[in-house]
């Protein structure tokens, strides 16, 4: 039996010559150099690994989550605005709903008739409200028998300023139906112009008709004044700026629809104050205030 001859390095080459003899020794050595050879010597070198095939399919897997992303977002983006738009065009359908419903319900209900050219007047119950100075202040109501709701806001220094600084307190608070106004002679016997006595009246009229428009409204003329009573303190100027004054007060009060009491003509004899009604030449007595009251409850009581 033969003896099988050992595979040596040149049976290799005998061999590899076989399988491709007309292979070049320079194509040999390309084939070589661009084929990978995997050997324990080059495991770890990596400058001989042709690595570009990765870099592309990463490029390219990026490319597909980019592209996934954007599909996303554009869907996303759609179905909000579907949403967006079927939740307005739901609400306005149902206010147009709500419209069509309540006319209908109005049209089926008969017609309330409008009541043409009736004029509804407030009715309230008389309070009779007296403002004024040291006049009204010694006015003894209860003896007098005032048997209607009365009220009084006075004061014996009450001048014109004090009714206009407080006008709530003094007048409206007390919701009057009908006003007297007693004012102007404790500013007069103080040296208060005349201008301003009768300014400051005017205003407090139009006061009252403005916050109080269904009151009716009074005005006073200034009492007379004595100056032959010794003891009184009077100038003697005053009984003719009295008459003067209650001349144009009577003027602005009928101007401003108020009516105006002439009680100057009731008290008075030449200009002064008949010495029956008073003990000082101002202030009145009881017999004074008797001819007022019968004089006021004709004036304001109108079923007398």
Do not use: W
């Amino acid at each position: 039996m033969a003896k099988k001859k050992s595979y040596t390095s040149q049976t290799r080459k005998r061999v590899k010559e076989k399988v491709s003899p007309s292979v070049s020794t320079e194509e040999k050595e390309l084939e070589y150099t661009t084929k990978i050879r995997v050997d324990d010597d080059r495991l770890n070198d990596s400058d001989t690994l042709d690595t570009s095939f990765l870099e592309g399919r990463v490029q390219d897997k990026e490319r597909e989550i980019f592209q996934e992303k954007r599909e996303n977002t554009s869907r996303k983006i759609f179905f909000r605005g579907v949403s967006y738009f079927i939740g307005v065009f739901s609400f306005f359908l149902f206010l147009f709903s709500s419209f069509l419903f309540f006319r209908n319900y109005l049209l089926d209900k008969e017609p309330v008739p409008i009541e043409k050219d009736v004029v509804k007047e407030k009715v309230i119950d008389d309070n009779y409200l007296f403002v004024g100075d040291s006049h009204t202040d010694d006015m003894d109501f209860p003896t007098f028998d005032f048997s209607y709701p009365c009220v009084r806001v006075s004061s014996s220094k009450m001048k014109t300023a004090d009714i206009l600084k407080d006008m709530r307190e003094k007048i409206y608070n007390y919701n009057p139906s009908v006003v007297v106004l007693e004012l102007g002679q404790e500013d007069l016997l103080r040296g208060e112009s005349e201008k301003t006595i009768l300014s400051n009246i005017e205003e407090i009229i139009k006061e009252i008709q403005k916050n109080r428009p269904i009151a009716e409204i009074y005005v006073e003329s200034l009492y007379p004044v004595n100056l032959d009573f010794e003891d009184h303190d009077i100038d003697e100027e005053i009984p003719s700026k009295i008459v003067k004054l209650n001349k144009k007060l009577k003027e602005r009060a009928e101007n401003l629809d108020a009516t105006y009491l002439d009680l100057f003509s009731l008290l008075a004899q030449d200009d002064q104050l008949k010495k029956e009604y008073t003990d000082d030449g101002i202030s009145l007595n009881k017999k004074g205030y008797e001819a007022i009251y019968t004089f006021l409850k004709k004036e304001l009581i109108k079923d007398n």
